[in-house]
DNA sequence: TTAAACTTTCAATAATTATTGAAAGTTTAT
DNA sequence: ATAAACTTTCAATAATTATTGAAAGTTTAA
């Protein structure tokens, strides 16, 4: 395999992966050209390489730099603007992690939390609605608190005591 | 909150959730639906109760049956089918998760696996590429292990041991 | 075997989401 | 202050994904 077919298919496995950390296709698809290019990319490269419009790449550098993933950076004698993204997978993984917690599981967190504490009626089907999601309410919280543990662990967590402890 | 509306509240934030763990809002709100009933459910109960077509629900209901957190249940006496959730939350997390890592996680890892063994033809792209994805390939892969081990464990091992390690 | 009861399939359509591109906005150099 | 270089915005449009509903298929009871 060369290297454009190899670039290529790890762009467009990257961004149809975007779905996974919940972003879109050509937001994974610009991290993941920044990630594996040498040096900072201005819009025009961006637009060019991945072939889509301006706008779309505007729309989506904004977006990636509100996740916190890709920065601006400035190139000496250039006018316009650069960008890279975290190039440390641990650091991404952490940043990632920790706003998908913000945006989506804390909020549901809380729907959970309200729903799982309506009076009882005693009636059987409000028993089981406030047994069910208060199961899901805990396992959510501690599934949610644990990651966010994991992910500030400042060393690579992964191959030390926490993986090992699980045997 | 009335209980109408704390279900109501729960299958449209479980619903809309759906993108978190990869699957689509009927599906989501179907299993919810069924996930807070004390009793096994018909098509038609599910329709009437979400207010989707006979054909989504069949279709939805086909798909959380190969998901393996949906089955089917012969209720005496009754002619049509009836579905019931998995509902303890443990095995349902467990299920989601194998699931997930099966469909979408062990692909992208091949793939990562494959760009990141190209030839190295000596240039600092190509030699980019190789140390980015290899990177990404043992980040995923270590993560998507951890996940399973975790998962695979009976006891609730969030609030036991491992939780706790971390500190 | 027939027909009623029920489920599945799938082409058509609707709803949602992503993308474009050109106009408006901003910044910088002179 | 002007204009060139660049970025952002956003209404229009395209692409994708979900949903419908009716026809075809299946099962069961008699």
Redesign the pocket.
């Known amino acids: 395999m060369e290297y454009q077919e190899a670039k290529d298919k790890f762009i467009s496995t990257w961004g149809s992966l975007g779905t996974l950390w919940g972003i879109?296709?050509?937001?994974a698809q610009i991290q993941a050209l920044l990630f594996i290019s040498t040096k900072p990319l201005?819009?025009?490269d961006i637009m060019e390489d991945l072939?889509?419009?301006?706008?779309?790449?505007?729309?989506?550098?904004?977006q990636l730099m509100d996740w916190g993933i890709v920065t601006k950076v400035l190139v000496s004698g250039?006018?316009?603007?650069f960008f890279t993204t975290e190039k440390d997978v641990q650091e991404l993984a952490r940043v990632i992690a920790k706003e998908r917690s913000r945006r989506e599981i804390k909020p549901v967190i809380k729907v959970l939390d309200e729903v799982s504490s309506i009076k009882d009626d005693g009636t059987e089907k409000t028993k089981e609605l406030i047994k069910q999601t208060k199961a899901l309410h805990n396992l959510t919280q501690d599934a949610d608190a644990m990651i966010n543990k994991l992910m500030d662990q400042k060393q690579n967590w992964l191959t030390k005591s926490v993986f090992k402890l699980i045997k």
């Open positions: 879109n296709k050509a937001m201005s819009m025009e072939k889509i419009s301006r706008g779309n790449t505007s729309m989506n550098l904004r250039e006018r316009k603007e």
